[in-house]
């Protein structure tokens, strides 16, 4: 009996994340495909190089998400500029343009095209 007390402690302690997991929004790549695809193509590029239509006429160049210092930021760091935007830039901040959701979509979908990798200058 003491055992089962145990293990099913342990089944709540494992779970629970879980269950406060599934009552985020839903996060994907696909989703942050379309979101990329309508307000980001224009000036980073189909593939995230920073070669969109719009680039060009930019002072400031859009960043190409696959150069090394961009691979080694966290979703956080990528999340915080979409949100926020980034000073003396044409990369405007989408609070209020874009949902969370849309923004950890997008997010997801970057590091998609340029997954993430540890940089050391
Ligand atoms: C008007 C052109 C433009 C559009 C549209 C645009 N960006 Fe940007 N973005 C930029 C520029 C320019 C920079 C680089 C700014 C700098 O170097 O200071 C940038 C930087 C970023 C960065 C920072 C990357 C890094 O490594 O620090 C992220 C993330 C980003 N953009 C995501 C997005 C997403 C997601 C969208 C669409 C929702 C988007 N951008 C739309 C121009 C744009």
């Given at each position: ?11 709540l302690?494992l ?9 985020e ?74 949902s ?22």
């Open positions: 009996m003491k055992h089962a007390a145990i293990l099913f402690s342990f089944i302690i779970g629970l994340p879980l269950l406060a997991q599934s009552q929004p839903e996060v994907s790549p696909q989703k942050g495909e379309a979101v990329y695809k309508t307000h980001c193509v224009g000036c980073h590029g189909l593939h995230g190089k920073g070669d969109g239509p719009d680039a060009a006429k930019l002072i400031v160049p859009p960043i190409n998400f696959h150069r090394p210092e961009s691979r080694a930021k966290s979703e956080m760091d990528l999340r915080g500029a979409i949100i926020w935007g980034l000073a003396f830039s044409p990369m405007h901040g989408w609070w209020g343009k874009l969370g959701e849309d923004m950890r979509s997008v997010t997801a979908y970057i590091r998609q095209l340029a997954p993430y990798e540890p940089f050391t200058p």
